[in-house]
């Protein structure tokens, strides 16, 4: 019953404050004591009666009055006269203030989306990871190679085969070189507007003319730039490269992981524009190839294999005295002679390799016609390539 008279007594404050019950008998005796100095624990009234404000601003807080009772100033029961009644102007107001808070949280509800928006911002500034972190912020359902965030694809045909040889396959041209030994077919990659073009060193060593043919079939005269036979790679030009030629996007080869989606697009056996796909089979495999100009003549005899040795076995003929090694990606990409120079490309279409070797299962055979694919075959990482790039524009290391 104690507990009930300190609530029935209290000076109201807060928003936990109740009056009396009117139709309590005890109630007006109660609330006499609760002003009584006979128990010192209980808190003294007020000296005065507190006004109740009937024209409040927003913010500003209002007891909303009841007329029916509460402890006066005098220690005696009764309503304060001071106080609206229920239905009042100022107990409206009570109501309208105590809905004002509902505003910040309004606000809040947009700080996901603001967040979101800031990722996006960061992302789009440092690439690579953080697009897959955008990617489960959003849901959205991105097939994405783990080499690169740049993405060559259309969004409508992302992820396929199809989509990345539409998209790069302007970029590959097919190259014929001619020497004293005969004609050989390679291929090549666009890098830049005004016609370089990236190829292997064995596609073009020895040649005395060089013709490349773009994926819309009008051809054109190339030169040299520059040659690093111990890479095994070679930067030729266009003479008279005409406008609007279609650059192919240089990915990041120190993310390829083994098992990620390739599609490779060359020239073999001079069919242009061939496209096959396959995964990243092993990394930094140890590929030895000819730095012997006469091993790229030899192409000429109609075989257009390129001898390469691979784990103390020699695949495609003698790769002679003269040899060089390079870290490879292997890959189970359908590769025939004639896709050497040719793109190893990610699933978003960025290059991350130019095509160098391959294993013939004809290696004893002089004709081509008897070799055929068996899911061997090699390619030059793009981060090596992108390292040789200042070189191979001054000439090469072979100069």
């Given at each position: 019953?104690?507990?009930?008279?300190?609530?029935?007594?209290?000076?109201?404050?807060?928003?936990?404050?109740?009056?009396?019950?009117?139709?309590?008998?005890?109630?007006?005796?109660?609330?006499?004591?609760?002003?009584?100095?006979?128990?010192?624990?209980?808190?003294?009234?007020?000296?005065?009666?507190?006004?109740?404000?009937?024209?409040?601003?927003?913010?500003?807080?209002?007891?909303?009055?009841?007329?029916?009772?509460?402890?006066?100033?005098?220690?005696?029961?009764?309503?304060?006269?001071?106080?609206?009644?229920?239905?009042?102007?100022?107990?409206?107001?009570?109501?309208?203030?105590?809905?004002?808070?509902?505003?910040?949280?309004?606000?809040?509800?947009?700080?996901?989306?603001?967040?979101?928006?800031?990722?996006?911002?960061?992302?789009?500034?440092?690439?690579?990871?953080?697009?897959?972190?955008?990617?489960?912020?959003?849901?959205?359902?991105?097939?994405?190679?783990?080499?690169?965030?740049?993405?060559?694809?259309?969004?409508?045909?992302?992820?396929?085969?199809?989509?990345?040889?539409?998209?790069?396959?302007?970029?590959?041209?097919?190259?014929?070189?001619?020497?004293?030994?005969?004609?050989?077919?390679?291929?090549?990659?666009?890098?830049?507007?005004?016609?370089?073009?990236?190829?292997?060193?064995?596609?073009?060593?020895?040649?005395?003319?060089?013709?490349?043919?773009?994926?819309?079939?009008?051809?054109?005269?190339?030169?040299?730039?520059?040659?690093?036979?111990?890479?095994?790679?070679?930067?030729?030009?266009?003479?008279?490269?005409?406008?609007?030629?279609?650059?192919?996007?240089?990915?990041?080869?120190?993310?390829?992981?083994?098992?990620?989606?390739?599609?490779?697009?060359?020239?073999?056996?001079?069919?242009?524009?061939?496209?096959?796909?396959?995964?990243?089979?092993?990394?930094?495999?140890?590929?030895?190839?000819?730095?012997?100009?006469?091993?790229?003549?030899?192409?000429?005899?109609?075989?257009?294999?390129?001898?390469?040795?691979f784990g103390g076995r020699e695949f495609n003929g003698d790769t002679g005295s003269s040899t060089t090694t390079y870290k490879?990606?292997?890959?189970?990409?359908?590769?025939?002679?004639?896709?050497?120079?040719?793109?190893?490309?990610?699933?978003?279409?960025?290059?991350?390799?130019?095509?160098?070797?391959?294993?013939?299962?004809?290696?004893?055979?002089?004709?081509?016609?008897?070799?055929?694919?068996?899911?061997?075959?090699?390619?030059?990482?793009?981060?090596?390539?992108?390292?040789?790039?200042?070189?191979?524009?001054?000439?090469?290391?072979?100069?």
């Amino acid at each position: 019953m104690t507990e009930s008279f300190r609530r029935s007594g209290d000076h109201p404050q807060g928003d936990d404050h109740q009056p009396a019950h009117p139709l309590h008998p005890g109630a007006a005796h109660q609330q006499q004591h609760a002003s009584s100095p006979v128990n010192p624990e209980w808190p003294p009234p007020p000296a005065y009666e507190p006004a109740a404000p009937y024209a409040v601003e927003p913010g500003t807080t209002v007891w909303p009055g009841t007329g029916q009772g509460g402890d006066g100033g005098d220690g005696h029961g009764g309503g304060w006269t001071a106080y609206p009644e229920p239905d009042s102007a100022p107990t409206a107001a009570f109501a309208t203030v105590q809905a004002e808070p509902v505003a910040p949280t309004k606000k809040r509800a947009k700080g996901p989306l603001a967040l979101l928006a800031a990722v996006a911002i960061v992302a789009a500034a440092i690439g690579g990871g953080t697009a897959y972190g955008i990617q489960e912020l959003t849901g959205n359902d991105t097939v994405a190679s783990s080499s690169t965030s740049t993405n060559v694809v259309p969004t409508s045909q992302k992820g396929t085969v199809a989509g990345v040889a539409k998209a790069v396959g302007p970029s590959i041209v097919e190259i014929g070189a001619t020497s004293n030994a005969g004609s050989s077919t390679g291929s090549g990659v666009i890098i830049t507007t005004d016609g370089e073009i990236i190829t292997n060193n064995h596609v073009v060593s020895g040649a005395s003319s060089i013709k490349v043919q773009l994926s819309d079939g009008k051809s054109y005269t190339a030169q040299v730039v520059g040659t690093d036979s111990k890479k095994d790679l070679a930067l030729i030009k266009l003479e008279d490269a005409p406008s609007g030629l279609k650059t192919a996007t240089l990915g990041n080869s120190d993310g390829v992981q083994v098992g990620d989606q390739v599609v490779a697009i060359g020239s073999p056996e001079g069919l242009t524009g061939t496209v096959t796909s396959g995964i990243v089979s092993a990394l930094d495999r140890d590929v030895t190839v000819s730095t012997d100009e006469s091993q790229g003549q030899q192409q000429g005899d109609g075989g257009g294999r390129w001898p390469f040795e691979f784990g103390g076995r020699e695949f495609n003929g003698d790769t002679g005295s003269s040899t060089t090694t390079y870290k490879a990606l292997q890959t189970d990409a359908s590769l025939n002679p004639g896709n050497s120079g040719g793109a190893l490309i990610d699933m978003n279409g960025n290059i991350i390799g130019i095509n160098s070797a391959m294993y013939s299962a004809a290696s004893d055979s002089s004709s081509s016609s008897s070799a055929g694919s068996v899911g061997l075959g090699f390619a030059i990482p793009i981060n090596t390539v992108r390292a040789d790039l200042a070189d191979l524009r001054a000439g090469g290391s072979d100069s």
